[in-house]
């Protein structure tokens, strides 16, 4: 049989994929541009065929500890939000990190600070990749460029989720949560059975059964000693996330001679400027970090040892490419552009910001 | 009558419930804490729901309450608890969930996840330990602190111009639609720990039966915060907080 290819928002991609994913709960508070996540859940109504749970909370900070509460109970859960109610979510997310707990949570950016504006950003870069919360964790972090990503980036953060019991995070923005887009939806995958759910998460708060310990979810421990080898037990398995899960996307690098680095929407627009400077004779390629956190370091200090000069193009003020930098260790120059506040470049202006800051 | 038969099974007038372990309590003498959460262990096991039940502790002085009762635990983030339990209980459906929490925790920081579960008749149980104080932090002034009451931040005791009012968060329960059983105990007396341990064990069955949210409050003691001794702490919470705090059921839905 054919694959159905259907078109839809990115928001409605990451509701069907979730139920598709057998995902067992949604917990989640309306913000613009991110609604049509649980508007879509509400019209189909996946408790009557899946099972899964679909509330809306009080608060984006009730939704995170339902989310906190049902994955500690070994549950697969997620809730979205966009930028003001994910800086609601960051005690939360601390939790759920030190607790060591698996969920997906969505965030479809718009610009800040404050209440900011509705329209696209990617200025959520650092509170997403360098912790957002109190204590030493990291989100993984997933930034899908496109509505078939929206889709596909479901299961896999809930997969790379439970095998590292950590929290990811998809980091879109208000492009790809509102742009409509064919999309093929992932294969479906049946929620798991109470058995497979407790093989699978023996740590899990199912109610204990005579012959085991109790299950305590919990992130306190005041003995400084303890807390320490917790720790370093979370930053080994953070070290494993860096060797084993970095992903990214390599275009028309083989013969650049300039390297764009560009995430989630501002790759797609950053895609067309690098086509334009080519049909001007411009050899530039484009690397496109899937993984913001893991982030690519290794392909980037490679490209610094062949290229002239990078430009990090961002829907911000310039925060990636202090990643960048550090991964090039000042090899070559490493530039920034990058628009602000909602707005969203034309590819022309990236091929000027091009050519009057790396080029020359 | 001899040793021996003191000690006969037919005898026996109490017995530890087989779900508190041997951990020492971090309680101060004279709180009531120890108190209620025996009563908890033993409603469970005599529920027989050792093995499906789920308790949420709290941020504060109960925050260790998953040393004591050897079930399945999630500790919440402060006031949380509430929106830890939805969760669970809308998952695991057959499970009976609890949340455990003081003041601070519930009627403070937590107001929005207390009153919006309650609201949504959540099916859980929610146990509210009213000392008046933050014991944990050493003292402090709490939402349900009483007017002219002294703590560590109203040292000059609770006035409403610069403090406010202290809350009835029960009695706001009790208007709410989503509850079932809304009852203020205490634990300072035999007959009231008897009371109290009728009144949690109803909750709990209410939660099982699909009925609606349950709130029971336990007017306590906090005899560290309150700087008395326990018998005085109990003397004077019965001359004190029960005369702002009225206890007795609210509500009770059939």
Redesign the interface.
Request: charged share 25%; aromatic share 10%.
């Given at each position: 049989m054919a694959e159905e290819v259907l078109l839809m928002k990115g928001n409605e991609a990451i509701s069907h994929a979730a139920i598709r994913c057998g995902c067992?709960?949604y917990?989640g508070y309306p913000i613009t541009p991110q609604s049509e996540i649980l508007e879509t859940l509400a019209l189909v109504k996946p408790w009557e065929t899946t099972g899964m749970?679909v509330?809306q909370?009080?608060?984006e900070?009730?939704?995170i500890?339902?989310?906190?509460?049902?994955a500690?109970?070994g549950?697969m859960?997620m809730t979205s939000s966009s930028s003001p109610g994910i800086s609601l979510m960051q005690?939360?997310l601390s939790?759920i990190a030190g607790?060591e707990l698996p969920c997906l949570v969505v965030n479809v950016q718009r610009g800040g600070p404050g209440l900011g504006t509705i329209q696209p950003s990617q200025s959520d870069y650092f509170q997403s990749c360098k912790g957002g919360g109190h204590g030493d964790y990291h989100l993984i972090v997933l930034a899908p460029n496109s509505v078939q990503e929206m889709a596909d980036f479901v299961g896999l953060a809930f997969d790379l989720a439970f095998k590292y019991r950590n929290p990811a995070m998809i980091l879109a923005d208000g492009v790809i949560g509102q742009m409509m887009e064919k999309v093929v939806l992932p294969p479906v995958r049946p929620r798991r059975t109470e058995q497979e759910l407790i093989e699978q998460c023996p740590w899990a708060?199912?109610?204990?059964?005579?012959n085991r310990?109790?299950?305590?979810?919990?992130?306190?421990e005041l003995k400084p000693e303890a807390m320490e080898i917790i720790n370093l037990r979370i930053q080994a398995k953070y070290r494993q996330c860096e060797a084993e899960e970095v992903r990214y996307e390599e275009i028309d690098c083989d013969d650049a001679e300039y390297l764009i680095v560009a995430f989630g929407s501002c790759a797609r627009i950053a895609q067309k400027s690098m086509e334009i400077a080519r049909a001007e004779g411009i050899k530039v390629g484009m690397l496109r970090p899937i993984t913001l956190w893991p982030f690519p370091t290794k392909i980037i200090a490679e490209y610094a040892k062949k290229v002239k000069g990078i430009l990090s193009v961002e829907l911000n003020a310039g925060q990636m490419v202090e990643d960048i930098r550090l991964a090039v260790e000042g090899k070559v120059p490493v530039e920034f552009f990058g628009r602000l506040g909602g707005i969203v470049p034309d590819p022309d202006e990236v091929v000027e910001a091009l050519k009057s800051k790396i080029i020359k | 009558m001899n040793r021996e038969d003191i000690i006969k099974p037919g005898n026996l007038v109490y017995e530890k419930p087989v779900l508190m372990n041997d951990n020492d309590m971090h309680y101060c003498p004279g709180c009531s804490h120890g108190v209620v959460h025996k009563l908890i262990a033993e409603i469970i096991e005599e529920m027989g729901m050792?093995?499906?039940?789920?308790g949420?502790s709290p941020v504060g002085c109960a925050?260790?309450m998953?040393n004591y009762i050897?079930?399945?635990?999630?500790?919440?983030?402060h006031g949380?608890a509430p929106?830890?339990?939805?969760?669970?209980k809308?998952?695991?459906p057959d499970?009976l969930v609890f949340s455990y929490q003081g003041d601070g925790d519930l009627a403070c920081i937590g107001t929005?996840?207390t009153i919006?579960a309650l609201n949504r008749g959540e099916n859980i149980t929610i146990i509210f330990i009213n000392n008046a104080i933050y014991g944990m932090t050493g003292g402090q002034m709490a939402p349900t602190t009483l007017m002219g009451m002294k703590t560590a931040t109203c040292p000059y005791g609770r006035e409403p111009e610069l403090h406010g009012y202290p809350l009835k968060i029960t009695e706001i329960a009790a208007q709410l639609e989503g509850t079932a059983y809304v009852t203020r105990q205490s634990v300072e007396t035999v007959s009231a720990i008897r009371k109290a341990k009728k009144a949690i064990r109803h909750a709990f069955e209410n939660s099982m039966a699909g009925k609606g949210s349950n709130l029971v409050e336990i007017v306590s003691t906090c005899s560290a915060g309150w700087k008395m001794t326990p018998e005085k702490a109990n003397k004077w919470m019965e001359d004190n907080m029960c005369k702002y705090y009225v206890l007795g059921d609210l509500k009770d839905v059939e």
């Open positions: 067992d709960g917990f749970v509330l909370a009080e608060s900070v009730a939704s500890n339902m989310v906190y509460g049902g500690g109970a549950k859960v005690e939360g939790y607790a708060t199912v109610g204990k059964p005579k310990k109790p299950n305590i979810i919990t992130s306190l | 050792s093995e499906k039940t789920i949420i925050v260790f998953y050897d079930i399945d635990w999630q500790e919440a983030a949380r929106a830890v339990a939805t969760a669970l809308r998952l695991w499970r929005a996840e919006h």
